[in-house]
């Protein structure tokens, strides 16, 4: 019994032969153990599926969440989008056949032989018919018009309907001058699906999706008849993603050319269409569908496609045209019609062929858009703008009021202030002058730069604005942010300080212009020079601003005081600080064109100044009003001083450091300005106005070397050249009721008649003239000292 108990538990036992041999094993045990491992190995299983379900679920849930907000988001993120004036049409207005062909083509008019449907025009010599486009303007909708315009000497001389009557005023559209897109650069122009083409949508299903009304987001068949359909024709006539694919790639992914990227686009295609309506996603994908690039600009959409390629609304393009841009879905770089334009037309033909073969458009239709041109406009200045200085502006002036996601998702339409013409004429007049300039006093070429703003008189409203000579480039808008030393413009103020105090000065009023010497806090002495290094004794006050004479100005400015000048410097619209030193007067401070352009439009209205604007109205994308920018008007100075000063400032124009304008303009028009000259003319100025408009130039170098050139040698050329292209009204100044004309002896100073010799008749506030009367005026009124004066004469 032991010995069995011994060896009970050992393994092997002893056969008959003597040999040991193996114990057996348990049939139930190794089945229980095979069991168990089996149910481990599915339990694994089980879990491995269960957690990648998980996964799956939650990035299911993922992709919904990002389809239905981004399609939402996306879909309705429209650019705000900018206008410019609107060309005025009126008996009587300043206007050439040619500036009105100008305008025309900056709206996409199109010039035929009879106009028989919107925006198309002829001319026959100084005749011009016309239809216009309708247009929803801040104050109301206006209609399409037939008209019949004549011209005769530069003016529109007449302007009659379809029907022979009469017209008093008509506004063509207002001219789009750029959008205010997100940094990530995606312009867009919203299209309506109910007004989109017809047959436009008739060509995207055909070429692009023909299944698209029955699939569910991927089309299996598609796939395998474009493949059939490419190796047929030789080349890429169709694709085999569906248009909610294309759009869900363009929506919510990247152009990776990878098998997650096309699995996570079939999956978001699926959702859209079980989130959103046929005519939903078509909508969307009209206006997301990727169709080119200008610059760091994308373009999407065909209502943007449409301006861009064609310069022309997309309910205005004919079948060649929306043919070419449905070929250019494939591949827009390929098919650029501007790089490419065989390539181009070689995919447009393709899609033609295909059109004809599905019944879309007859033979006729297809050999006809076959043979007719690309149409394609010339490329513009690139970044969808060629005003990049003017919406700059515009952009500082909306952030007032405007977070900077609604100027950019919101489609807000903004009315601006910009006329294309000034701004055409004043960037030519900028960067051609430059060139002369640099030739003319061998400086070395491209270093001059200049800015420029150009404005209304009355109200204020910014006309042009160029940052540089290079206009049509976004950086650094020298119009707004180059703040320079302003040298001489500052003298007008100082001037115009003096006369506010007619108690005191007038414009006859004797000024030394004597050497003077300043002592600073320091220690230091300061002792301003004339520009011509003389002295010229006591002057006339109206002389010492004409002649611009540096120490006569500072005489008179240390007589007024430096508070008195600053305060009105701020009247008349700097906000700025400015240093309060005697150097001050000379024009120790730097402001920016803008901003003397400010100052010099109080002085043109009159002393009443109206805050610079570049905005009418801002009008929600439904055309609901949003705000205004009405014009505003303060007095900034009494109109009797101010008038005084123009007198004065015309007088600079005629006789004084502005003399040479008139070979620009000629003497009957009166401009009034002033030039403006910084230490070692590092920089040239000059600022002035005409009857209706105001301008200021400022020329010089970026280094802040000095340029060599004075205000007259450098900024008054250019301003010339501006006044000159645009036509002004002359400057008619009406004399205020405090005002009074006198006549001056210019020997003695003293109050004399028409009758003296040389007298001269000046404007006084009333009261404020000498009393004394000149020794001419006492032998005109003695009839026998008359007599015998002219008998020895």
Known sequence: MAKSRKNAGKPHSKSRTGKKTPARKSRTGR??????????????????????????????????????TGFEGKRHAVPAQVYGRPLELYPGA??????????????????????????????????????????????????????????????????????????????????????????HNEDRVPVVLDEVPEILIDMLITIEDRSFYTHHGVDLKAILRAVWANLKAGGVVQGGSTLTQQLAKNLYLTREKSLWRKANEAVMALIIERRFSKDEILSAYLNEIYLGQDGNRAIHGFGLASHFYFN??????????????????????????????????????????????????????????????????????????????????????????????????????????LDPEIQQQTEISLSERLQKLEKRHGLPAGKLEGAAVVARSEGGEILAVVGGRRAGYAGFNRALDARRPIGSLIKP?????????????????????????????????????????????????????????????????????????LELLEQLGINRPVQAIPALFLGAVSLSPLEVAQIYQTFAAGGFRSPLRAI??????????????????????????????????????????????????????????????????????????????????WVGRDDNKPAGLTGAQGALRVWGDIMRRMAPVPLDLPRPESVEAVWIDPVSGLRADARCEGAQEYPFIRGSAPETKAPCV???DDPLRSLFRRIFE
């Open 31 to 68: 089945g229980r153990r095979r069991t168990g491992k089996s149910g481990r190995r599915l339990s694994r299983i089980v879990a491995l599926l269960v957690f990648l379900g998980a996964i799956s679920g939650i990035y299911l849930l993922y992709l919904d969440h990002k389809v239905r």
């Open 94 to 183: 300043k206007l050439s056949p040619g500036q009105l062909e100008a305008e025309f083509q900056r709206l996409g008019y199109r010039k035929v032989t009879y106009p028989k449907r919107p925006a198309a025009w002829s001319r026959n010599r100084d005749r011009i018919i016309v239809r216009t486009r309708p247009f929803a303007f801040w104050d109301g909708q206006e209609s399409g018009r037939y008209l019949d315009l004549g011209f005769r000497g530069g003016v529109l001389s007449s302007m009659v309907d379809g029907n022979g009557r009469p017209q008093a005023l008509v506004r063509l559209e207002t001219p789009k001058i750029g959008s205010i897109y997100p940094a």
């Open 312 to 417: 022309r609304p997309l309910d205005e393009l004919d079948l060649p045209r929306l043919a070419l841009l449905v070929g250019m879905i494939r591949g827009p770089s390929l098919y650029d019609p501007r790089i490419h334009p065989e390539r181009a037309g070689k995919r447009r033909n393709l899609v033609l062929d295909v059109l004809h073969r599905q019944d879309v458009i007859t033979a006729e239709q297809k050999n006809r858009a076959a043979k007719a041109p690309l149409g394609v406009v010339s490329r513009g200045k690139k970044g969808g703008s060629g005003y990049p200085a003017f919406l700059d502006l515009v952009r500082r002036q909306l952030r007032r009021d405007y977070r900077p996601e609604d100027l950019t998702s919101e489609g807000l339409r903004i009315f601006t202030t």
């Open 493 to 565: 103020v100082v001037y115009l300080a003096a006369l506010m105090r007619p108690d005191r000065y007038n414009l006859v009023t004797k000024l030394s212009d004597e050497p003077i010497h300043i002592g600073g806090r320091d220690g230091s002495v300061w002792s301003p020079r004339n520009f011509d290094l003389k002295n010229h004794g006591e002057v006339p006050l109206h002389l010492a601003l004409s002649k611009s004479y540096n120490v006569a100005t500072v005489r008179l400015g240390m007589e007024i005081g430096l508070k008195p000048a």
């Open 616 to 697: 009418r109205e801002v009008q929600a994308a439904d055309g609901s009003q949003l705000q205004r920018y009405p014009l505003t008007v303060r007095q900034a100075a009494p109109v009797g001083p101010v008038y005084l000063l123009n007198r004065n400032l015309q007088e600079v124009v005629r006789t004084g450091t502005a003399r040479s304008l008139s070979g620009f303009l000629g003497d009957q028009l009166n401009v009034a300005g002033k030039t403006g000259t910084t230490n070692d003319l590092k920089d040239s100025w000059f600022a002035g106005f005409s009857g209706n408009e105001v301008a200021v130039v």
């Open 778 to 780: 006492a032998e005109t």
